[in-house]
């Protein structure tokens, strides 16, 4: 039986959460560790190593370097400095350090021979995503980002919580740049098939202001943040579970930011949209059938995301 190899680029808040999040429910049987911070490796490794002895399965844990990415299944990307999005909650602050990490260790992955799969969490995630991508030169899905998947889950919680279905009886997508200029595509929101707007026609509680629980998903990280200055548990899950879907080969549907080929009619960029992801990453970009207002709202909010990308320019 094939071992399933997991390794953790940056363990900071979410990446230390992403890695005790695998181990505890034994997706990946083996755990690859790496940071900058050498001593925060060894004790990141020896606090994952103290959990699982309590786990009923096992998980090998390591602290490794990118010339040890060769035969990792799955890579998940989560360098960052929190601490930058203190003085003010904006992700693009984050840009200047992520990206110029980001360039210091591509090539390393690269050379190392790794052909598996990397999920970015990084931000600001679209623009990181690319990045990511255009250095390692993998097949097409084969990188990609967490993107509006966080946000899309704030939005089904929203929506349980104001129509009193589950979660999981609710079709909902954030989609666009994982940031401010996301948005919710109303006429694609359904429940076990039935359309929100045929809800709403006998249902009070589907007549609710899609407006506010449209900001409430969108601004949701950073309620988060203000209290604890980070994020950790949300991200997390929904890495975690990414990861499954690809080494399971599940063949889900997820909001994932992900290269735009004429999708949604645009090109050269990356940004949320729905995936089928499996084993070979995402493996088809599922177009929603958007009204004309909602298509007008995503090339906008994909025009603001090629002006973020501009100050790729700056970043030296």
Not at 91 to 108: C, G, H, P, T
Not at 295 to 311: D, L, Q
């Amino acid at each position: 039986m094939k071992t399933r190899k997991v390794a953790i680029i940056g363990l900071g808040h979410v990446g230390a959460h992403v890695a005790y999040s695998l181990a505890l429910q034994g997706i990946a049987d083996e755990l690859v560790l790496i940071d900058m911070n050498e001593q925060k490796a060894i004790s990141e490794c020896q606090d994952l190593r103290d959990c699982v002895a309590y786990c009923p399965h096992r998980v090998k844990v390591s602290i490794g370097d990118f010339a040890d990415l060769a035969d990792v299944d799955v890579i998940v990307n989560s360098v960052g400095s929190i601490g930058l999005l203190v003085a003010r909650n904006d992700r693009l602050d984050e840009m200047n350090f992520n990206i110029k990490a980001v360039n210091s260790y591509v090539d390393k992955i690269k050379a190392s021979g790794f052909d598996g799969i990397l999920i970015n969490i990084s931000n600001p995630c679209d623009i990181v995503t690319r990045q990511l991508a255009l250095g390692l030169g993998l097949p097409r899905g084969h990188v990609f980002g967490t993107g509006t998947g966080l946000d899309t889950s704030r939005l089904l919680s929203a929506l349980n919580r104001q129509t009193g279905i589950d979660h999981k009886s609710t079709t909902a997508y954030m989609l666009g740049e994982h940031g401010a200029l996301q948005f919710a595509p109303w006429s694609c929101v359904s429940f076990r098939g039935v359309p929100l707007d045929t809800w709403a026609q006998t249902d009070e509680r589907f007549r609710f202001d899609r407006e506010a629980l449209q900001k409430e998903a969108i601004g949701g990280g950073w309620v988060t943040f203000k209290g604890k200055q980070c994020t950790e548990y949300g991200i997390a899950a929904t890495a975690a579970r990414m990861v499954h879907i690809v080494l399971h080969d599940e063949k889900q549907i997820l909001p994932a930011s992900m290269g735009l080929e004429g999708e949604y009619g645009e090109s050269g960029l990356f940004a949320g949209v729905p995936c089928l992801i499996g084993k070979d990453g995402v493996e088809q970009v599922i177009e929603l059938p958007l009204t004309e207002a909602e298509k007008a709202t995503f090339h906008e909010c994909c025009e603001g995301i090629r002006k973020n990308m501009e100050h790729l320019k700056e970043i030296v």
